[in-house]
């Protein structure tokens, strides 16, 4: 994936955005495809210690404990959909549901107010370097706003290097987070800083 943000204006009219729930889960299924969008994941790296993240890999241990999560209603993320064809996703929770960030030595909280963290995004391989990102983020500042949600957190990389290969890309862009409006707001990490979108 190319360091250079994307481009904003292809798909920034053209999304729909619905929070996962048991309604949307087969999109969710269809999105992250057989290897859960990289070695069986299933957006539970942030939400698990490691080794029980890399025991959820087999037996489809780290989908059926996303599918927990949302067949008990908690908030888990936002799908992004282009002509009902789900094609992003970005977690989306509060930051104490994730249980790396409260481990993490360089993106410890900077103060005590209420946040929701993005700690991953995932964009449909054949959708990228389209605007998708940063769209899709944008949507998402939309959706907080409506949740009454004031904070929104992310951790995203800078890279060190001209290009960055996809499976590096998942934590997000800091290019794409800067184009929607995020704001750096702790350095402690150089290459991965802490950026916040405040909302009104």
């Known amino acids: 994936m190319s360091t ?21 889960w087969n999109s969710f299924i269809e999105l992250f495809g057989k290897n859960g969008a990289g070695a069986n994941c299933w957006c539970m790296h942030f ?23 949302v067949w008990n209603n908690q908030p888990t993320g936002l799908l992004a959909f282009f002509e009902d064809i789900p094609i992003a996703w970005c977690a989306f929770s509060p930051r104490e549901d994730f249980v790396r960030l409260q481990k993490s030595r360089v993106h410890q909280p900077i103060d005590d107010k209420k946040v929701w963290s993005v700690p991953c995004t995932f964009v449909k391989k054949e959708f990228r370097k389209q605007g998708v990102s940063v769209a899709l983020l944008v949507g998402l500042v939309e959706h907080a706003r409506k949740k009454g949600i004031k904070i929104i957190e992310a951790y995203p990389t800078i890279p060190t290097q001209e290009r960055l290969p996809d499976g590096f ?9 800067e184009r929607a409006g995020f704001e750096i ?13 405040y909302i009104d």
Do not use: C
């Open 4 to 24: 250079e943000p994307d481009n904003h204006d292809g798909f920034s009219t053209d999304l729909r955005f619905e929070p996962l729930t048991k309604n949307n």
């Open 47 to 69: 939400r698990l210690n490691k080794s029980d993240h890399e025991e959820g890999k087999v037996n489809d241990g780290n989908k059926n404990a996303m599918k927990q999560l």
């Open 169 to 177: 890309a998942w934590i997000g862009l800091y290019k794409s987070f």
């Open 185 to 197: 707001v702790d350095k402690t990490s150089k290459h991965r800083p802490m950026v916040r979108y």
